[in-house]
């Protein structure tokens, strides 16, 4: 069974400093990645995904996540943080045999990490 | 706007009774999934539709059906409802699940409170 951990529950960092928004997953044969942004009220925005190619994945917001394969890990990252970006982050993970054969495109989320960028 | 719509935005009801909530796709996506999120159980895959037939289900209650229409909308279905029921359930779509495009989008969610 496929897994996601999101081992911090909150994040907090000042404007203007690079943040990093941990996971950590658990999958059968080769992942599909993604995080996703929840504002207060609001549904999820997806950030941005990796499925194969090169580690470093850039996304919307200025948002980018490494993959690595041999931690099992996934992590969001920023340069700059701007105030904006607090919200709750979701790192989901799809088990990569899904498709017409496999279990479909379900995905399974952590915990979500809440970032608070103060001034 | 992620072009997936759900209907309504919010619902009370009482305990026993039967709710059913709606969900539109973005044009053009034939994958339409559920999800459930509440304080204990976090964010929840209950099940998905792929151009009208089941794909996939997850932990989704026996008291829970869904469906999805030739016009491509969804619809959940909760029936005897307990309080614990309550929660924000997402409607999401994507295009297409083999590969590629696999990002699912998301709709506002309905907020479900149980009484």
């Known amino acids: 069974a496929q897994s996601v951990a999101q081992p911090e529950d909150q994040v907090n960092v000042a404007e203007g400093n690079p943040l990093t928004v941990k996971c950590t997953y658990s999958v059968s044969g080769n992942p599909y990645l993604f995080w996703y942004v929840q504002y207060p009220n609001r549904g999820l925005q997806f950030l941005l995904k990796y499925i194969t190619g090169d580690n470093l994945v850039k996304g919307s917001y200025g948002f980018e996540a490494e993959f690595n394969k041999s931690q099992t890990s996934f992590h969001l990252k920023k340069p700059s943080a701007l105030v904006s970006d607090s919200a709750l982050y979701f790192c989901?993970?799809?088990?990569?045999?899904?498709?017409?054969?496999?279990?479909?495109?379900?995905?399974?989320f952590g915990t979500g990490t809440q970032l608070k960028v103060e001034l | 706007d992620s072009g997936v719509t759900q209907t309504p935005k919010h619902l009370i009801t009482a305990t026993g009774q039967r709710v059913t909530l709606r969900c539109s796709p973005r044009?053009?996506?034939?994958?339409v999934y559920w999800y459930q999120q509440s304080l204990d159980q976090g964010l929840q895959f209950l099940i998905q539709?792929?151009?009208?037939?089941?794909?996939a289900k997850g932990n989704i209650l026996e008291r829970f059906s869904a469906q999805q229409f030739p016009d491509l909308h969804s619809e959940l279905n909760l029936s005897s409802l307990e309080l614990g029921d309550s929660a924000l359930y997402f409607c999401a779509s994507s295009s297409t699940w083999t590969s590629g495009k696999v990002e699912q989008f998301f709709g506002p969610g309905t907020r479900l409170t149980v009484l």
């Open positions: 989901a993970v799809r088990d990569g045999q899904g498709g017409l054969t496999g279990g479909g495109n379900k995905l399974t």
């Open positions: 044009s053009g996506d034939l994958s």
């Open positions: 539709y792929y151009n009208g037939e089941e794909r």
